[in-house]
């Protein structure tokens, strides 16, 4: 199996006045491509840093970061802004842990937004229905976030960052503010997404029945890999 992802000793130092907080250190994993990762661990324990670096929205402090065989950071960024941005953009779609919907734009804006910085996609709309018939908003489409249930919300950032077909989904809490009904229709997207697409998913959650989808685990301790 090839590896989209190799981390070697990845450090995240924070500095908050005198204090230096190890918000990742010296994680050390390889991802494979195809794989469901489940990434656990208390609460500041860095799952959200972890993925932030990994998916490229973060710098780590040490380290070296490979993503498809390239190098991203060795000690030093590598790439230039625009070659980040292309990363970002074509390899990753992203499931913050809060939703950041847009209040003033419709669902189908929010779901739209990546796009946006790829005008020359413009054949988005056979996409765009697809996804939302598949996650089940198409009905919601000209609705703004506040009018939505949390469920519908998540949802929605789900469809966000499936817009641009990307080959690795970072999902940071997908059903941290769900029922256990809606958290399972989530747990069931994600399979499917992952069996049907071969999407790669870094999957962050405190729920152990959402985690157990994983076939490889991540535990975190201190910003430590455990
Ligand atoms: N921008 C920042 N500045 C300073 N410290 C930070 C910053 N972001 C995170 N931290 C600290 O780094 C540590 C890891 O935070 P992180 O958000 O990665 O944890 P987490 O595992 O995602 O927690 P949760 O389960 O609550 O979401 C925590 O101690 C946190 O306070
Ligand atoms: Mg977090």
Same mark, same amino acid.
């Not at 199996?1 to 994680?27: F, P, Q």
């Not at 790829?118 to 506040?146: A, F, Y």
């Given at each position: 199996?090839?590896k989209?992802?190799?981390?070697?000793?990845?450090?995240?130092? +924070?500095?908050?006045?005198? !204090?230096?907080? +190890?918000?990742?250190?010296?994680?050390?994993?390889?991802?494979?491509?195809g !794989?469901?990762?489940?990434?656990t661990?208390?609460?500041?324990?860095?799952?959200?840093?972890l993925?932030?670096?990994l998916g490229?929205l973060?710098?780590?402090?040490?380290?070296?970061?490979?993503?498809?065989?390239?190098?991203i950071f060795?000690?030093?960024?590598?790439l230039s802004?625009?070659?980040?941005?292309?990363?970002?953009?074509?390899?990753?779609? +992203?499931?913050?842990?809060?939703?950041?919907?847009i %209040?003033?734009?419709?669902?189908?804006?929010?779901?739209?937004? %990546?796009?946006?910085?790829? %005008?020359?996609?413009?054949?988005?709309d056979?996409?765009?229905?697809?996804?939302?018939?598949?996650l089940?908003? !198409?009905?919601?489409?000209?609705?703004?976030?506040?009018?939505?249930?949390?469920?519908?919300?998540?949802r929605?950032a789900?469809?966000r960052?499936?817009?641009n077909?990307?080959?690795?989904?970072?999902?940071?809490?997908?059903?941290?503010?769900?029922?256990?009904?809606?958290?399972?229709?989530?747990?069931?997207?994600?399979?499917?997404l992952?069996?049907?697409?071969?999407?790669?998913?870094?999957?962050v959650t405190h729920?152990?029945?959402l985690?157990?989808?994983?076939?490889?685990?991540?535990?975190?301790?201190?910003?430590?890999?455990?």
């Amino acid at each position: 199996m090839s590896k989209i992802i190799e981390a070697e000793n990845l450090t995240k130092i +924070y500095e908050r006045g005198a !204090e230096k907080i +190890y918000a990742l250190n010296n994680a050390a994993f390889s991802i494979n491509k195809g !794989e469901i990762v489940s990434v656990t661990g208390p609460s500041g324990s860095g799952k959200t840093t972890l993925v932030n670096v990994l998916g490229c929205l973060d710098n780590p402090t040490k380290g070296s970061l490979k993503i498809e065989g390239r190098q991203i950071f060795d000690g030093n960024i590598n790439l230039s802004e625009a070659e980040l941005t292309r990363i970002r953009r074509n390899i990753f779609g +992203y499931v913050f842990q809060k939703f950041f919907l847009i %209040p003033t734009l419709t669902v189908k804006e929010n779901i739209l937004l %990546p796009s946006v910085f790829q %005008p020359e996609l413009k054949t988005e709309d056979k996409n765009l229905k697809r996804i939302m018939e598949s996650l089940g908003i !198409e009905k919601r489409k000209d609705h703004l976030p506040g009018q939505l249930s949390g469920g519908e919300m998540q949802r929605v950032a789900l469809a966000r960052a499936l817009i641009n077909n990307p080959s690795v989904l970072i999902a940071d809490e997908p059903t941290g503010n769900l029922d256990s009904k809606r958290s399972d229709e989530i747990k069931d997207l994600l399979v499917n997404l992952n069996k049907n697409r071969g999407i790669t998913i870094i999957l962050v959650t405190h729920n152990p029945q959402l985690a157990q989808i994983g076939n490889s685990f991540i535990e975190l301790r201190d910003g430590k890999v455990i």
